[in-house]
């Protein structure tokens, strides 16, 4: 079955407004940019995402002055993140402690292994990180008043112990689409993705009922080289060689003979 869609808007028509997202990338890198910004552009918010991170307030994306999933939220269509850091996005620092925005923190190995649960059809499992925490007693802060005071706040979870030691339990996730970006894939959604951009998103393409994979080579694959079998893919959008270049950066780093000069 061919998958290849023509364009990135025809990829997203049916994101709907509420929809829920699982986003690939990690920091800047493998982030589906174009795909988000198909997004953006179709209008639609009250978003619920799902991604480690929320990229980034400012740099070369899209003209809402962000990068990433910071294009959708410097925009106002994010409703929810589930993720794992803010990083030094000021703006979602902003919008969270301004209680525009729902946000779910939870450990990166967590938020990884839920992904992965979702999407293998196992809907909760146990583990040791966050026993004895708020992770896990509740009580962590979701959403604030615009005065800063707690309006929403994590429920405590289940611990139980296994030969007796603690483990808190936790929820698999599935999200009604999930965009991706691989380094290449076939016209049947079989993905072979590159360095670090490998740590998120064949887990968010799991975990997607929908999952769209923007690919920056659209090429046969030996399948021995295959790291998401394109049973998780639905569509498949094949990059411009200019869109397969322009990848963010969060940080530029020069010498100081170069800062000196």
Not at 89 to 106: D, H, P
Not at 179 to 203: C, E, H, I, S, T
Request: hydrophobic share 40%; net charge negative; with cysteine.
């Amino acid at each position: 079955m061919n998958k290849v869609v023509g364009s990135a808007a025809e990829a997203v028509a049916d994101v709907g407004e509420g929809a829920s997202l699982a986003v690939g990338g990690f920091g800047l890198s493998g982030v589906p940019s174009v795909l988000i910004r198909a997004v953006l552009e179709r209008g639609v918010g009250g978003l619920h995402v799902v991604s480690n991170n929320c990229g980034t307030n400012g740099g070369t994306g899209g003209g809402t002055g962000g990068q990433g999933l910071g294009e959708l939220l410097a925009a106002g269509r994010i409703a929810r993140v589930i993720g794992s850091y803010i990083g030094e996005n000021k703006e979602f620092a902003r919008q969270y402690l301004a209680g525009e925005v729902e946000v779910e923190l939870i450990p990166q190995g967590t938020l990884a292994e839920r992904l992965r649960a979702g999407g293998c059809g196992i809907p909760a499992f146990y583990t040791p990180a966050g026993v004895g925490t708020m992770v896990a007693e509740g009580g962590l802060p979701w959403r604030h008043h615009p005065d800063g005071s707690v309006a929403v706040a994590s429920p405590p979870k289940e611990v139980r112990e296994f030969d007796g030691v603690p483990y808190v339990l936790e929820r698999g996730i599935v999200t009604d689409f999930a965009l991706v970006r691989a380094a290449k894939g076939d016209a049947y959604g079989n993905l072979v993705f590159a360095k670090a951009a490998r740590n998120f998103n064949p887990l968010a393409a799991m975990a997607g009922r929908v999952t769209i994979a923007e690919v920056e080579e659209l090429c046969e694959l030996d399948p021995d080289e295959v790291h998401l079998p394109g049973v998780f893919v639905r569509r498949v959008l094949p990059l411009t060689p200019e869109q397969a270049a322009d990848k963010g950066v969060e940080k530029r780093t020069v010498t100081s003979a170069v800062r000196e000069a």
